[in-house]
């Protein structure tokens, strides 16, 4: 696409998508992702006559799919100017960059970019015309550390970055510990309604979808083990217990095992029933889980597949070798075949199920989007001062008001505290309704 | 495919299918149904030695799946010679039909015959070289009624027939009251297994997978009216529940309706909720559950699809009227667009979901093919009179077998009663374990 | 009791209680019992105009409890004379009695009866001044014995029977079979809300409460063994898996079996959990399900309890031996200890827990009233000739008019057919719904 | 019993309860106790050749039940001396107070003491001859604060306070605030294992079993509102939902409401739901949450509890007025009677029903005692420095610790991290497996 001279229906060739005539298919795509974005839609309601972004000049870098595509154009809604680039070279959606395209948002994106192609977005994304970007939207970092590196002048001027990853705020973290990070910079992905809602809900509406859709495999009766119960392993071993599977646990963390126990699962070592489960699930963050001597022991038919940290948890590498057939029976499914004939059922080579396999709810990207457009209001917003040059998590408020964006989809009602009742309790009648370390 | 000459690698030229050459791909369909049809193998091996179906000329007329020809398969290994046809003309699995027919089986079959075709299919299974058919599986009564109709000679030596479906059975029991069913016939469409099984847990498992697989829904927190509370309503009611959704059902039974409250449903009028859902699932067998003005008054993106009676539930043509604009969102699912841009999200266009937009677990069809299996050995087997010329269920004690099979799938282990057990209950310890009123 | 000289308020002495004087208290457990018994209150206005029972004079014997009081009250509110004795020395409610007593009934029952007062007071019953019973409600069939014995010229002009339990019903076939039965009978043991209300939600409800009464156990994490996947033992398994405990299963039932396989319970037998089980449950109506040699294989501290036929389930006869110590702990409560110090504990010495150790709730002992009082008005009314000398099941209709009596407690609503659905499903509009053989 | 002479077998009577006949039997239910608090004996028989207490003077200030004795006579088997009184004046069990005093333990509690006493029996612990207590277990505060006061020599020379109520923590910080907590003490109340067990799964496992008994309602289908959705709320709602009744949830969080929507429960006000619901639950641990407004809208016969905060959360007093009638039925159970004769069922006077109606799985207790055996160990044991005067949160690897002591109750087995996993987490393989901030 590089080379492709394209121009949108208005003139504008400031972009660079695969094909920018796909634009009212992904237009649609957006429309459909609105239906259940509805905080996001409010916030551009609410904030529509002060425009809180006026100003704003957002560079971002986060994958582009029609929902990031609703959160884009809530922030111009709210007055900022937006530049984007993907953050992933496979997982953009064309037709919905080219429906950005052609509303006039600057997007350098396409599925199946090269690692030079890559940079290369992301620089166009950065350096434009008459432009000068004053906040970063990241997901995962490489935005940030670009600008840091390729534009330093720039990058003394953003007034806030807002990133929503674990690498990227692990990034931000070393910077700021390398004394590098001279901007306000805030945490998203520690936030409540990110973990207690994103991992859990995300994963138990996912699992059963993920295992359908690749294995048609029936649920009732079927013994499985999940490896790891956190809020990943949670949310899993809930969707399944409910359909009717008998569900073991592992786990390393003796809190979380009686957690597991208290809930009806029984705590076992994986070696305990490797011979007998029809499915193993690993949602540890933790890598080497399941190795080759567990798979070796699994019995025919067993379904193997991953929902936590991306690749390592299953040890798919030891899968590799000459004794073992692989047949691929449907894309993301392959049979390992040993040589006695038994076959494990291998999803997505290991890597995350539901986003190779399943779609996630929008409603639960929806919750991540509307944090990250109040953190970039916040921050671009905040009086000099509040913010130092520092990684922040979201205040508890804005978490808070995040959730309440999100009720009316379930035509839920709040109680309001009476006077009385918030002096009672020593709290503000607006929230913050917790103390920081509550568990929820 | 009438037209077109093909040849089995073993030369034979007696089938019609659409590609040959697809055989492999086929097979590799059949062995993954395999692996869930354990009852059906296991039945192989048991009843190997004896050939319960040596000399049986099987003629039948079912969907071409990879399931069903795990069925073939098995009644071939029983000893049996089978021709086959297709009982609908669009569910044959092409593949699947060329790997049948490149191991003997003379099936003719397509996807996508015409109506001529469709009879001409079944006038070849009936009507081939040196073959004179003495049992028919029947799934509809079409090849019943064919046989009946063009082969009086034929249709007088048949030993038995097994009909599958409501129709078919219903068809069975007009021939038997005006005098015409001069053959022995089982009815395995009211056997508890189908009952207590196929409709209840066939439900539990596809209502999510189709509702996801079509529209990305979340389920957690989602306002949803089943109607109807029966064995369909029963399955889909407990899986919406357990992931999270709110459920409310309408009955005509109040038997039905009483079981509802137990269970924590709100039994109300589809009127009363109509404007707050945000899913409506029909599952009646009625006809009209789901009206014009019901769909008038639905919010914004209310899902509507059916799980019931083909076609009748839902008033689908009182939506194809120039006031509303239908729009094809994905295969499977329309939009329907009121004058003030109220969507409604309609799924299959009103026939069954769990048809058009899932699978059906392997494990809940396995368990009607081993019925069929058995029906199509007892009555072949039967000794001279045990069965009239009228329509029969299934003995419960074969019910009872069925299931047995099933239950190494489960690694169940079930208890025997001791002789004395057996005294004190009054039953022989093989079974029949229950009265034939019995509930389950 | 039978010396005492007694006199209600009003001056009647014709009954025999414990302490009339406790009549005050009784009146307030019956209110509090109406409060839960709406469908007797709502029939009571129903039918008040027409008193469809005048004329009737019934003698009945059963639990006399507040809830017996309530259908009492409400069949003389229809019109009906009543006197009345115990089925069951142990079970009367003296102060219930003494309110009855005191409104007018003829009461002859308390708790703790000799052989000889049961006798007596079912005498006393049947054999008042000026009294000539007319209809029997009877549970259990001693009554309906002792007047077939004692009163055969009574026992001729009867006009029908109403049975409750599975014994009496047995009995009724018996005589029925030996054509001794010259008066129809209606079976109401065998009715689908009593099956599936009574035995599968009672137990569900009431095995939790025995549980926790008896021994303050945690459910949740603890391993429980269920013998039998009948109703009963379905509603104690799915209760069980909602607190938390693992639950595993006993069944020589394939199909039921087969059910808690899909239902995600393990099938296993009872010796292979048996050492690692916290408790043991039987529900099978069966003997001997729990042996010695289970039972000294269990580990430290199991608790072992019974749900399904009274006293033989358990072999608890085989405990009473001297190598084994019992220790009273608390009511219904028995420490086991075995010579190595091991303690089982036995509840209600292997008795029905709910009857002994919990309540049964009111609502669904509601739903058994109201089919009595249905089948006495039924029967009392029917034209001649529409019952012969035999045992009937209530017509389905009334079985759906009892449920439909329930649902307004639920603030369920009902939906109506419309003509046309009715008659494309051939329904009459007001039902009966289902075939006969349907199975809920 | 102040009064009254009483000596132990051995001949000593340095305590004072109110029987010390009554040992024997207290022995027994401490030895029940013991059955379910194996956490406690393990802790024992692990630390027992080392004596962790040896020289440890323990005075102690609890509830004194069967549990407290397992906690107490654990300390001593860990080397302690320990004297004791009772927090509260209704509490104590007699029988295990005599228990306790029988094998030496200084016990000075008994049922129903006077303020006098209370503050006679502190001392009394405190000032025993030849003792000088080095650490103290306080449950509310007053134990601490009368040494403080009175003793300011011992207060001075304590080693460690453990304390484990909310208000006793929140005396501490207070103290800690004005520079007067010269002693480090610990906060046992807001580890996770009491957050995250003790409020969710002691409520799950205590609020049917509260309702069971008072009222033997039925839950299948009842409409229950429950205020709050924190840790109690959840887990009231949990166990409520899966016995089939129909939950509405509360709130003035934005957070917690969107998690119960997320479940499926509906989020309302109170006075939307306020005429149709069965059962009102408070658990906010806020004040007049359940007005008199409230009340005089609710339907006959519902039922209102409260599972928060003691007294405050239903408006009582409010009842207390002329128009409204009093009656008792049971013992923890009014009816409150309305002029039109509508009745509300008023459990355990507005306190919390668990604490009155039923009772608390013991193995819950036995979590916070372990936790409270742990914090005493460490304070005795922690190097000079440490710890400084102030007041400290249980390290996580304690909690951590005492969760491990529970898995063997359900023969849970853990996952040991090989080396490579825990360099890969960053983690030392014997824990702490979490961050701080980390919810569970
Ligand atoms: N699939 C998705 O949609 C999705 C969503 C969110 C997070 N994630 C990923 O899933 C992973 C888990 O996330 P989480 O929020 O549940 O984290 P978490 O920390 O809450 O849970 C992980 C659990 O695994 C346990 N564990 C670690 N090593 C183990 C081992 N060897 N054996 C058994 N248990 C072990 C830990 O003790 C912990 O309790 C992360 O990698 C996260 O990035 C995936
Ligand atoms: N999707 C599938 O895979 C699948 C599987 C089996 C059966 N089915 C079909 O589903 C339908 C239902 O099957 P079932 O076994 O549950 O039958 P069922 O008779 O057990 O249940 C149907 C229920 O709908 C109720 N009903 C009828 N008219 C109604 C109305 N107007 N409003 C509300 N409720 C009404 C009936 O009282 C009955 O309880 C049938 O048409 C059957 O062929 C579908
Ligand atoms: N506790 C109560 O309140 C209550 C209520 C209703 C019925 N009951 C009693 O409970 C018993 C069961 O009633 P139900 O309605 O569930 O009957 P059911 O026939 O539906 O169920 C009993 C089950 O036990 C199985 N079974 C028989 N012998 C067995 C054995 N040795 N091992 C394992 N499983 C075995 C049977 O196959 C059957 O499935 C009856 O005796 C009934 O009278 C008790
Ligand atoms: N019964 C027991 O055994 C038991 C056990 C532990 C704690 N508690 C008590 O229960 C109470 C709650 O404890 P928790 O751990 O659940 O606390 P929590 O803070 O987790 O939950 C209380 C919830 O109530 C909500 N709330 C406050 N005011 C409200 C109002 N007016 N209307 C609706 N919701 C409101 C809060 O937002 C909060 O989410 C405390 O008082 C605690 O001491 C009781």
Redesign the pocket.
Known sequence: PRDKQQTTTKGSSDFCVKNIKQAEFGRREIEIAEQEMTALISLRKRAQGEKPLAGAKIVGCTHITAQTGVLIETLCALGAQCRWSACNIYSTQNEVAAALAETGVAVFAWKGESEDDFWWCIDRSVNGDSWQPNMILDDGGDLTHWVYKKYPNVYKKIRGIVEES?TGVHRLYQLSKAGKLCVPAMNVNDSVTK?KF???Y??RE?ILDGLKRSTDVMFGGKQVVV?????????CCAALKALGAVVHV????PI?ALQACMEGFRVVK?NEVIRQVDVVI?????K??VMREHLDRMKNGCIVC?????NT?IDVASLRTPELTWERIRSQVDHVIWPDGKRVVLLAEGR????SCST?PTFVLSITATTEALALIELYNAPEGRYKQDVYLLPKKMDEYVASLHLPSFDAHLTELTDDQAKYLGLNKNGPFKPNYYRY
Chains 1, 2, 3, 4 share one sequence.
């Not at 690993?282 to 933790?286: A, L, S, Y």
């Not at 991953?306 to 991306?310: E, F, K, W």
């Open positions: 674990v973990q994103d991992n859990l995300c994963c996912s490896c790891g119960y956190g809020e990943v392993g949670k949310g592992t786990e390393i963390d979380c994986l690993t949602c540890t963050g933790n080497n889980v991953n929902m936590g940290h991306s948890e995350l199920l539901n986003l996630i």
